[in-house]
């Protein structure tokens, strides 16, 4: 699961309603959190809409490696 995933859920929201409050398109959420779409490979403009829906910083929406804790 990725950051965004676990974000979204410990924030209670559906993946419309993340999508709602963001103005991301639910099916790029969707590929986002399975791993069809990178999410350090989306634009700055998509990370900052989900990180401001999130109230979180663009870099906790990627997972950390397990040797950067």
């Known amino acids: 699961m990725t ?3 676990n974000l979204r859920r410990a924030r209670g929201l559906t993946l419309h309603a ?3 409050r963001s ?3 639910y099916m790029k959420i969707h590929q ?5 779409i990178n ?3 989306v634009t700055l403009r998509i990370a900052l809409k989900l990180a401001r829906a999130l109230d979180c910083e ?12």
């Open 23 to 25: 103005g991301v398109n």
């Open 32 to 36: 986002i959190e399975r791993g069809k």
């Open 3 to 5: 950051g965004l995933a």
């Open 58 to 69: 663009p870099e906790d929406l990627i997972p950390s490696a397990p040797d950067e804790s």
């Open 18 to 20: 993340l999508s709602a």
């Open 39 to 41: 999410i350090e490979n």
